[in-house]
């Protein structure tokens, strides 16, 4: 058994660590899946999944490939609709969002619908899904992304998903319920949170091995930084084992 | 009502409640066998021109074998609930559509879809109208109760709300901005069903996604079924039924009708299949062979069904059904 491990590996265990027992997390295809299984099999046995289109509570021993795949209601306690899951969103039964896109601002603010001009633009990205959901109604959300300056900008060029929009206040201003809205950026380089006041993105804690200066290279534009910055411990020998030989069993991902 | 926001997208089809109710007041009510080839309901009911939408999506209960057949027979210009993987990518890989109102179109964990990208960026799409999920189903959902919208707390503040056909508006009670979606109703929907009678009575396992609102949101629908089962067993189950009768339009039993993608319960995904689309769909030419053989170079589902091989679906069966 290595200790080494992959990006993906790193970026798998940070986001499970964020889970914790007995709460709701809607969950997206991809890292968040890996994410809560290893949660489930470690510290969260009572983790609530909840899949967009009606699965919730699933035991994640089989890794779903689709948002809508049998592995995401697979002993759950109800299989529903979309409209039952995001009327749950909704009226605020839902703790944490994990959100990806392929540019996010200071404001935690995502995009995942077009590069360039929606009118004609130079890259078509698949949309919102349910992610503009997912950022409007879960009390935190949680984006996992690749940390370069081309995807951390000052401004993006759409907004698909609502972060703290332009600021304090400004979430509320539209009409979306308060006290809800990002809490954590993990990426391969570091975890951030969110300034209380500024609402602006806070440097928390640094991945194994990378400095203070490779995330602020990295990111384009102002990262506040928190008083005391810690280092992230790395993957343990236990989670790297069962994300290896339990959650990923079959290396859909890993 | 104050409109403090509308959204700048095409309304594309703007909603018409009072001639939906004069359609479905003169919708046969009739218990008549409804089945037919998926050749026939297509060419009956799938026009040049039509608003379509499929449910559930992409890799999942997938209406496959009728989008292969609305691509077989070249249906154009169409209008698209986008909400899809691989379904609708058949559809932009054949340049049939010609208006899109768009959630998502992408091939999940096989990332953004090239078919998408390339009718998208060349313009070939005239306009492509931005929703989020739970806007989109609301959209169905507020066609399913006739009305003309409903509320939403989705969208605000985001460019996903500029670049749609939705308005925000001071709620009347609160005084708070809401957002407004409008209802959606189709001319076609495709749905594909675990089990279903003759007469159409639908019946589904495990999620519902978004069928028991696109169905009812459908002028017209066309509807799939892994197996066709007897009135009887219907009616000893009523309770499972999602999808009466009187919404569909025809049926036909089709099993494997949502491959490469998953049936619960019945059988997983073709990994290797879905693999070899996301590779074709890299460029026009490979995109084109891969409708060549496996759409425009078979007569029907079921001799796509014998491409494929028999055994090779076999193996894709979960060993045992849901009692």
């Not at chain 2, 409804?34 to 080839?37: A, G």
């Not at chain 2, 309770?239 to 569909?248: A, F, K």
């Given at each position: 058994m290595t200790t080494d491990y992959n990006p993906s590996e790193l970026l798998i265990c940070t986001a499970a660590r964020l889970m914790p027992d007995n709460t709701t997390a809607f969950i997206g295809t991809g890292i968040p899946m890996l994410a809560a299984s290893l949660a489930q099999k470690m510290h969260a046995p009572n983790l609530v999944t909840v899949f967009e289109f009606g699965g919730t509570g699933a035991i994640i021993d089989e890794l779903p490939t689709?948002?809508?795949?049998q592995n995401t209601f697979h002993r759950a306690v109800a299989a529903s609709g979309i409209c039952d899951i995001m009327e749950t969103a909704h009226r605020g039964f839902i703790a944490y969002g994990f959100l990806g896109g392929a540019q996010i601002d200071p404001y935690g603010n995502l995009n995942s619908t077009v590069i360039g001009d929606h009118r004609h633009p130079k890259v078509r990205l698949p949309g919102s899904g349910g992610s503009n959901d997912v950022g409007s109604h879960c009390w935190q959300t949680i984006a996992i992304m690749r940390h370069d300056k081309r995807r951390f900008m000052e401004k993006i060029d759409f907004i698909t998903t609502p972060g703290y929009l332009s600021g304090p206040g400004s979430r509320e201003a539209a009409g979306l319920g308060p006290g809800s809205g990002p809490y954590r950026v993990v990426t391969n380089l570091a975890v951030m949170g969110y300034h209380p006041q500024s609402k602006r993105m806070l440097l928390l804690a640094t991945q194994p091995g990378v400095s203070v200066a490779q995330v602020l290279e990295n990111t384009g534009f102002e990262l506040l930084l928190a008083e005391q910055i810690e280092e992230n411990p790395p993957p343990s020998q236990e989670e790297l084992r069962i994300l290896r030989e339990e959650v990923d069993r079959d290396k859909l991902y890993i | 009502m104050e409109v403090i926001q509308s959204g700048i997208g095409e309304l594309i089809r703007p909603p018409d409640l009072n001639a939906f109710r004069e359609w479905n007041r003169h919708k046969s009510k009739t218990l008549v066998d409804?089945?037919?080839?998926e050749a026939e309901a297509v060419s009956r009911f799938v026009h040049d021109g039509d608003y379509l939408g499929t449910e559930l999506y992409g890799t999942v209960r997938c209406p496959m074998s009728l989008v292969n057949e609305v691509v077989r027979q070249g249906k154009k210009d169409l209008l698209i609930a986008g909400q899809g993987v691989l379904e609708l990518d058949m559809l932009l890989a054949a340049s049939l559509v010609k208006k899109l109102d768009i959630t998502y179109i992408g091939l999940e964990v096989y990332g953004v879809s090239n078919c998408l990208r390339r009718e998208v960026e060349s313009g070939r799409i005239e306009t492509c109208v931005e929703w989020s999920n739970a806007a989109f189903a609301g959209r169905f959902k507020a066609a399913a109760m006739g009305v003309p919208f409903i509320p939403l707390r989705s969208m605000l503040g985001t460019d996903t709300l500029k670049y749609s056909s939705a308005k925000v508006v001071k709620?009347?009670?609160?005084?708070d901005p809401i957002c407004l979606i409008p209802a959606l109703i189709l001319d076609v929907g495709l749905i594909h069903v675990h089990r279903a009678d003759k007469y159409g009575n639908c019946q589904v396992d495990?999620?519902?996604?978004f069928a028991a609102e696109m169905a009812r949101a459908s002028k017209t629908l066309i509807v799939s079924t892994e197996e066709i089962i007897d009135e009887e067993d219907i009616r000893n189950n009523p309770?499972?039924?999602?999808?009466?009768?009187?919404?569909?339009d025809a049926v036909m039993e089709a099993p494997f009708a949502s491959h490469p993608g998953e049936m619960c319960y019945v059988h997983r995904r073709d990994e290797d299949q879905i693999r070899e689309w996301v590779k074709a769909a890299e460029t026009p030419e490979t995109t084109r062979a891969y409708l060549d053989k496996?759409?425009?170079?078979?007569?029907d589902h079921r001799e796509y069904l014998e491409l494929i091989g028999k055994e090779h679906l076999e193996s894709l069966r979960y060993p045992r059904r849901k009692p």
């Open positions: 689709a948002v809508g795949g | 409804k089945r037919m080839s709620d009347p009670f609160t005084g495990g999620i519902s996604g309770d499972r039924t999602i999808i009466p009768y009187y919404l569909v496996y759409i425009y170079g078979v007569r």
